[in-house]
């Protein structure tokens, strides 16, 4: 895996977390600019993904196995549009803190796919 894009794409998640949080704190449903913070973490987990796929492609392996990695890389790329999802549901504070939960599983994801690529990468 490419280690920049890793650490950047968890300290995006992070953040969108902390962010909700505070809206979820403040009694605050998600809003259009939670939405946009939503967004730019999912282009992020899209390139990554496609960065994976790119890897896996060329030859690269990680040590633990293709199938663990794609399916972490999947689940990756698609825990903060779920979250998004449910909070469009439900439009009171626990959207807020769905998406808050949901960055921060994205993070700890991450550290996953780095442990399942072997420590190391690009």
Do not use: N
């Not at 300290?11 to 403040?26: D, I, N, Q």
């Not at 439009?91 to 807020?96: D, I, K, N, Q, V």
């Amino acid at each position: 895996m490419i280690d920049v894009l890793t650490v950047v794409v968890g300290v995006a998640s992070l953040l969108l977390a902390a962010w909700c949080g505070l809206a979820f704190r403040r009694d605050e449903p998600t809003k259009d600019w939670h939405f946009i913070g939503m967004a730019v973490v999912f282009a992020l987990a899209l390139v990554q993904l496609v960065a994976g796929v790119v890897l896996l492609t060329r030859g690269d392996r990680p040590d633990q196995g293709v199938a663990i990695f794609v399916a972490y890389l999947l689940g990756s790329a698609f825990a903060v549009p779920a979250a998004a999802l449910l909070s469009l549901s439900e439009r009171t504070r626990w959207g807020s803190a769905t998406v808050a939960a949901a960055g921060l599983v994205m993070a700890v994801l991450e550290v996953r796919l780095y442990d399942i690529w072997g420590g190391g990468g690009v």
